[in-house]
């Protein structure tokens, strides 16, 4: 019970001042939680899917929450951000790069760009400032209050490269208890993962937050290719991050200082050559996980450094608020890798494998330098009739320099430069927009919202070296467009436990630029994409509080979709337009108190996406069994669905808990599932990656001692070691990535007030 209590007055704690932060009240909210608690009825979830606090229950978006024992059961096993993965409707996420550059797809859409300045449809936002950046959507998360997932256009109030959706990280903040927690686990393969934090008031009105991470893994698959043999050649890391904030607290006036900064120094994924039996979807029969047959594993790494600050100041007048966020963000990486997967080569007598490798492919890709600036000034209205509003502008400036490497493998010295590209990207775009909220009568309002959009880059591409050959190039590509975005939602109150909401939107993505031409001459640029997306749904509460389904349809069409052609031929990627691609589906997201001791959530979601142009046609590896019609070599992709976007995702989680001496005995159980994906834009039987069920189990006792509460456990994820393909390279050979085998551990946690 005491544990039970404190849980309480925690998370009203933590309400309190996520409020202070985001100048808006919530005690009429908080009340609410207290009552609920009280009557082991389901908690109130509260987001800032319109950029304040609200229950997400009467929010007219689509959203889902991750917090708590969900969170930090997925996040478990020293996860990276892919965690997320198949547990809320219409989300997945991928990477060929591993622990970094993570590529977002929400209600299936999204960006199979592998090259570093890539432009996402799925924003994500960390403490209100837009990563935009791939590398920095990697940012490892730990002492994270709740992750939010917003479905559809979000172009309004967030502003660029959200046509898709927005995954929105709210870290903890500091408060004036002193308060903090520390955990320590160790598992498979010999990995450890330590994270804490530590904070509390400086002085009466200014108090801090300093939280850690630290993880380690061994590297753990052997090289067994002739003649570079390694034993733990790959597969390992070291992740080092840390946030420092400040928090000021005046009687009109608060200040939020955040500093963070990390550290990875790692090996990429494990590309493995021809691990795909043609004609099938299977991988080969002596299959391996913790095997490569590499010809430059030794050359392999992965180092990631990136640091950033933010500045928020809210100023509470009579009847508005004044926000200001001031954002600054750097990245930098290296990452080399044996791309083909295999050793030698067709044009090495008698030295290749396994199976065929038509050359050899190590090459890397590099940030030497990335500066984001964003800034953010908006005016909210506080009044207590009928009609509020909010009005703001934002700039964005970021500097760009990317570097491509091609290596020889067996040249002399090994692995000599044969290949050099420096590309530099700067991007400039401001905004002015504005939200109307109007209360019709006590059961009606509506929401209308309107933002303008101006977006330009300026993009550069030298090639110095060139490993097929070509002479030096030096192109240019300026492109620039402008938009105005809106949407339109109405939210219904049936009676007290039932809303009805409907929602139209409209966005933009920006033109993009690609230009990776180490092995092509071209750089291509994509015309910017438009969404329009019509949903509706329903948000209930039943069973007295001990239920909790909310579910929605919804319809987009999408003009001009920034496609990217990745592959095929060669080791480099096109941008294409679609003419259109429509999308379709439902999404259910529910939760429920079985009992007094067992709580469980149920989600599912289906997407159906098609691409309709009759003329966009790609070039298809002929050594596939292509499903596609082929004319003059190209596959035609009318009709395809979009590559990583699953028909069906579901998540089924159950909690039990259980009062035993003097604390608390738990397990925690979830099982998530997509459907099959394609992996590029043309269908193949063998690169069609097979559904995937992965299952999860955390089991603990947890205690409360004086002003501590204890908690061990032991955790497994992805219980039935399921392995299979995840992604895949095709301009060489079968090449696959596969998903991460089972890893079991334990875990030692203590929570200080």
């Known amino acids: 019970m005491k544990a039970m209590k404190r849980s309480t007055l925690a998370t009203l704690i933590n309400a309190t001042l996520f409020s202070a932060v985001a100048g808006t009240s919530i005690s009429a909210l908080a009340a609410e939680q207290e009552t609920t608690a009280k009557k082991n009825q389901l908690e109130v979830i509260q987001v800032t899917a319109r950029k304040r606090v609200e229950n997400a229950q009467e929010v007219p978006v689509a959203v889902s929450a991750l917090q708590g024992d969900s969170l930090d059961a997925y996040s478990s096993a020293g996860m990276d951000i892919r965690f997320m993965n198949a547990k809320i409707p219409s989300l997945s996420i991928e990477s060929s790069f591993g622990r970094s550059f993570p590529r977002f797809y929400v209600r299936g859409l999204g960006n199979t760009d592998f090259d570093l300045n890539a432009s996402q449809p799925v924003s994500l936002v960390v403490d209100e400032i837009v990563q935009e950046n791939a590398i920095l959507k990697g940012f490892p998360v730990f002492d994270v209050a709740r992750v939010e997932v917003l479905r559809g256009p979000q172009g309004t109030l967030f502003g660029r490269n959200t046509p898709a959706g927005l995954v929105k990280f709210d870290t903890v903040k500091p408060s004036q208890e002193f308060e903090g927690y520390g955990s320590?686990?160790?598992?498979?393969?010999?990995?450890?993962?330590?994270?804490?934090?530590?904070?509390?008031?400086?002085?009466?009105?200014?108090?801090?937050?300093?939280?850690?991470?630290?993880?380690?893994?061994?590297?753990?698959?052997?090289?067994?290719?002739?003649?570079?043999?390694?034993?733990?050649?790959?597969?390992?890391?070291?992740?080092?991050?840390?946030r420092i904030q400040f928090l000021y607290e005046g009687d009109d006036f608060t200040?939020?200082?955040?500093?963070?900064?990390?550290?990875?120094?790692?090996?990429?994924?494990?590309?493995?050559?021809?691990?795909?039996?043609?004609?099938?979807?299977?991988?080969?029969?002596?299959?391996?996980?913790?095997?490569?047959?590499?010809?430059?594993?030794?050359?392999?790494?992965?180092?990631?450094?990136?640091?950033?600050?933010?500045?928020?100041?809210?100023?509470?007048?009579?009847?508005?608020?004044?926000?200001?966020?001031?954002?600054?963000?750097?990245?930098?990486?290296?990452?080399?890798?044996?791309?083909?997967?295999?050793?030698?080569?067709?044009?090495?007598?008698?030295?290749?494998?396994?199976?065929?490798?038509?050359?050899?492919?190590?090459?890397?890709?590099?940030?030497?330098?990335?500066?984001?600036?964003?800034?953010?000034?908006?005016?909210?209205?506080?009044?207590?009739?009928?009609?509020?509003?909010?009005?703001?502008?934002?700039?964005?400036?970021?500097?760009?320099?990317?570097?491509?490497?091609?290596?020889?493998?067996?040249?002399?010295?090994?692995?000599?430069?044969?290949?050099?590209?420096?590309?530099?990207?700067?991007t400039k775009a401001w905004a002015v927009f504005g939200s109307v909220d109007y209360t019709i009568t006590d059961d009606l309002k509506v929401t209308a919202g309107l933002r303008y959009s101006d977006d330009e880059k300026e993009f550069s591409a030298n090639r110095t070296l060139s490993p097929i050959g070509g002479a030096a190039t030096y192109i240019e590509k300026n492109v620039s467009d402008d938009h105005v975005s809106w949407d339109l939602s109405a939210n219904y109150k049936i009676n007290d436990d039932v809303n009805w909401y409907g929602r139209i939107a409209n966005s933009f993505r920006a033109p993009s630029i690609q230009g990776r031409i180490l092995f092509g001459d071209e750089v291509t640029v994509a015309d910017s994409e438009t969404v329009t997306s019509f949903e509706t749904g329903i948000k209930s509460d039943v069973l007295d509080g001990q239920g909790r389904v909310n579910a929605t349809v919804f319809y987009y069409t999408m003009d001009d979709q920034q496609l990217t052609a990745v592959g095929g031929g060669a080791n480099f990627n096109r941008l294409l337009n679609a003419d259109k691609t429509t999308g379709y589906g439902f999404e259910i997201d529910s939760e429920w108190v079985l009992t007094d001791e067992l709580n469980a959530t149920f989600n599912l979601s289906y997407n159906k996406t098609e691409l309709k142009d009759d003329t966009l046609s790609i070039a298809a590896p002929s050594r596939l069994e292509l499903?596609?019609?082929?004319?003059?070599?190209?596959?035609?992709?009318?009709?395809?669905?979009?590559?990583?976007?699953?028909?069906?995702?579901?998540?089924?989680?159950?909690?039990?808990?259980?009062?035993?001496?003097?604390?608390?005995?738990?397990?925690?159980?979830?099982?998530?599932?997509?459907?099959?994906?394609?992996?590029?834009?043309?269908?193949?039987?063998?690169?069609?990656?097979?559904?995937?069920?992965?299952?999860?189990?955390?089991?603990?006792?947890?205690?409360?001692?004086?002003?501590?509460?204890?908690?061990?456990?032991?955790?497994?994820?992805?219980?039935?070691?399921?392995?299979?393909?995840?992604?895949?390279?095709?301009?060489?050979?079968?090449?696959?990535?596969?998903?991460?085998?089972?890893?079991?551990?334990?875990?030692?946690?203590?929570?200080?007030f």
């Open 627 to 752: 499903l596609d019609p082929i004319i003059n070599g190209q596959a035609m992709l009318d009709g395809n669905s979009l590559p990583h976007a699953p028909e069906w995702i579901s998540n089924i989680t159950l909690r039990y808990t259980k009062e035993l001496a003097e604390g608390e005995f738990f397990t925690y159980a979830d099982v998530s599932y997509r459907s099959e994906i394609d992996f590029f834009l043309y269908e193949s039987v063998e690169f069609e990656g097979k559904p995937l069920t992965e299952v999860g189990l955390r089991a603990g006792y947890a205690w409360a001692q004086g002003d501590y509460e204890y908690e061990v456990s032991a955790f497994v994820r992805n219980l039935f070691d399921e392995q299979q393909a995840i992604g895949g390279v095709d301009f060489n050979n079968n090449t696959a990535m596969v998903n991460e085998e089972r890893y079991i551990g334990a875990e030692f946690k203590v929570n200080f």
């Open 184 to 242: 320590v686990s160790y598992g498979s393969r010999g990995a450890v993962d330590f994270e804490g934090a530590v904070g509390g008031s400086l002085t009466d009105r200014l108090s801090t937050r300093v939280s850690v991470l630290w993880q380690d893994k061994d590297d753990y698959i052997d090289n067994r290719a002739p003649g570079f043999e390694q034993k733990d050649a790959l597969g390992g890391y070291t992740e080092q991050a840390a």
């Open 255 to 426: 200040g939020l200082f955040n500093y963070h900064v990390r550290d990875l120094d790692g090996s990429p994924i494990a590309f493995r050559a021809n691990t795909i039996k043609p004609g099938t979807n299977d991988l080969v029969d002596d299959f391996e996980n913790d095997v490569v047959y590499h010809d430059a594993a030794s050359r392999a790494t992965q180092q990631v450094e990136s640091q950033g600050a933010s500045l928020k100041l809210e100023w509470d007048l009579a009847n508005h608020t004044v926000t200001s966020i001031s954002g600054w963000e750097s990245a930098e990486i290296y990452s080399r890798a044996d791309i083909d997967g295999g050793y030698g080569a067709v044009y090495i007598p008698d030295y290749m494998g396994p199976g065929l490798i038509p050359f050899s492919s190590e090459s890397a890709d590099g940030i030497p330098d990335q500066d984001q600036y964003t800034q953010e000034l908006r005016l909210s209205s506080n009044f207590a009739g009928d009609v509020n509003y909010q009005v703001g502008v934002f700039y964005f400036d970021e500097a760009l320099t990317i570097e491509n490497f091609s290596y020889d493998t067996f040249s002399a010295p090994a692995g000599a430069l044969n290949g050099f590209v420096s590309q530099q990207q700067d």
